[in-house]
């Protein structure tokens, strides 16, 4: 397998209702919001709930598993990478990048597994790479 | 309540540039209206209501107002990406209806060659999704491709399939002097170019184009008072699409509300459209619009755009006839603009002989604006030459 260097990754700007997700982060800590009124999970982290609009101030720690929605690699980048939806185990489909892998392997529906990937100067981002 | 006949588009012009280091864009704004002014038979003191998007420099309606000293009584600059032009000519006839301007000016302009085509941006901090996908270098390319990718596993639809969309728009560019893009191509020519990012290949994209376009839109009492063919705002709708807090469907776009919406309001249906300009950013753009807009089953765009069914005098649904932003032009980035100004040409029977459809009095202009694999604006226009 050939696997493609991993290419450096800016760092995410936390702001103030996400900061217990990246401080989460830090400690290599996968957590999804859980709204107090309705009980539900999304994707990407609010403290308003898109579903219900109840407050959402509950995080659980996710599986750190899910399944390709999508994805492209992007050849023209100086470093290609490749980017995807992947959809949790937990239900919310989040954007990311798919790591550690041969890109020319990769297909949708391919189970995968998150890898934490260090950023250029803040916390690390939720990547995956798929399960052998 | 509705807009059906309440307004009228009477000037249409684009600008015939696609690189303009040496003007600015408020500049291309203030000529694109000069411009669609005198295509209308009207003055720029006729305005009384001004409409543009995200495209405008500086604080948008007031910069380019002051820019061109309108005295206007209203404006509008709702953003929605590339398709807010297809939409503020629906809400410039809403704004004619209900009194609030009678002679509307729509412009768009960007310098997007100039300045550097597109890159990969941090965009705003406070852009609430900005931490979770800039990290993950998303950028225009890519987020389209996602939709393609996954159109692919779901339908087979094929590469060569998406081809048809660049070679239908080529067969129409060839006509068109002032297009960037001249040369007919194959799908040969497409699938073998080089791979921008899976399964997008260079020439599933469109061109990087400085450039600009404006239109005018007008009460039906100033419209029969010009000298101009009445082409009327027949129906429109417009719908935002997102990633439903996590619930994440590539495999449609806001076109799926967007259309219906029009036609009824139109009173008509997509099988009595004889000529249709679909924003084609890239090819799946196109494909995925046409199945969601109703020209065809979900899943069965591939197909209905094989064979030349695009192409002006050989296929069932003439598209982009200009080229397209495939091929002619995609001014600032957004070719919400082109899309009605062509749709304009072909009610008026203005197009290039070549590429005119014959006895063209139903016109559909459709758009997507912002990220079809994130969050996008569709917005939808009927239009009828009367």
């Not at chain 2, 699409?241 to 449609?252: E, Q, R």
């Not at chain 2, 679909?278 to 979900?298: A, N, R």
């Amino acid at each position: 397998m050939s696997e493609h260097p991993t290419r450096a990754i800016p760092a995410p700007t936390p702001s103030p209702e996400s900061q217990a997700f990246w401080e989460a982060a830090r400690h290599e800590k996968f957590v999804l919001p859980r709204c107090s009124a309705c009980g539900k999970t999304h994707w990407y982290p609010r403290a308003v709930c898109p579903h219900c609009f109840g407050d959402c101030d509950a995080w659980v720690e996710a599986s750190g598993t899910g399944t390709i929605y999508s994805y492209s690699v992007m050849r023209r980048a100086p470093q290609p990478y490749a980017i995807a939806y992947v959809t949790l185990a937990e239900g919310p489909t989040m954007l990311t990048n798919l790591v550690g892998c041969d890109f020319d392997a990769l297909r949708i529906g391919q189970s995968v597994r998150l890898q934490w990937v260090a950023t250029e100067g803040g916390p690390p981002v939720p990547c995956f790479t798929p399960v052998e | 309540m509705t807009i059906r006949n309440r307004a009228y588009i009477v000037g249409a012009y684009e600008h015939p540039t696609r690189k303009a280091p040496d003007k600015s864009v408020a500049q291309l704004h203030a000529e694109s209206a000069r411009g669609a002014l005198a295509d209308a038979g009207l003055t720029k003191d006729d305005v009384d209501g001004y409409f543009c998007a995200g495209d405008a420099p500086g604080m948008g309606p007031l910069s380019m107002v002051d820019y061109m000293n309108l005295k206007v009584r209203h404006v509008d600059a709702t953003d929605i990406g590339g398709s807010s032009y297809l939409m503020l000519v629906a809400h410039a006839a809403e704004a004619i209806a209900m009194g609030k301007c009678s002679v509307a000016l729509i412009t768009l302009a960007g310098r997007p060659r100039s300045e550097g085509g597109m890159q990969v941006r941090a965009g705003n901090a406070s852009q609430p999704d900005v931490q979770w996908e800039y990290p993950f270098g998303v950028t225009v390319a890519n987020a389209y491709a996602l939709c393609a990718m996954r159109h692919m596993h779901e339908y087979g639809t094929t590469s060569e399939q998406l081809a048809w969309v660049k070679v239908a728009a080529s067969h129409h560019a060839q006509w068109n002097p002032h297009a960037m893009l001249r040369d007919v191509v194959t799908v040969e020519d497409v699938v073998n170019s080089p791979m921008v990012t899976d399964p997008l290949h260079r020439l599933d994209c469109c061109v990087i184009s400085d450039g600009g376009g404006a239109l005018v839109v007008v009460s039906p009492e100033i419209a029969r008072s010009l000298s101009r063919p009445l082409v009327a705002v027949r129906g429109a709708g417009e719908a935002p699409k997102h990633t439903m807090a996590g619930g994440v469907d590539l495999t449609f776009s806001g076109g799926r509300w967007s259309g219906p919406i029009a036609f009824a309001e139109a009173g008509v249906k997509p099988s009595d459209i004889k000529y249709a300009s679909i924003y084609d950013s890239f090819t799946i753009t196109v494909v995925m619009q046409l199945e969601d807009i109703g020209f065809c089953e979900k899943g069965g765009g591939g197909r209905f755009v094989s064979d030349g069914n695009l192409i002006s005098g050989v296929g069932k649904l003439p598209f982009n006839t200009d080229g397209g932003g495939l091929c002619n032009n995609h001014p600032a980035n957004r070719g919400g603009i082109t899309k009605v100004i062509e749709a304009v040409r072909q009610l008026r029977g203005e197009a290039h002989p070549k590429v005119q459809v014959p006895n063209c009095d139903l016109a559909l202009a459709h758009g997507t604006g912002g990220l079809l694999g994130t969050r996008h604006g569709s917005a939808t226009l009927v239009l009828e030459r009367q």
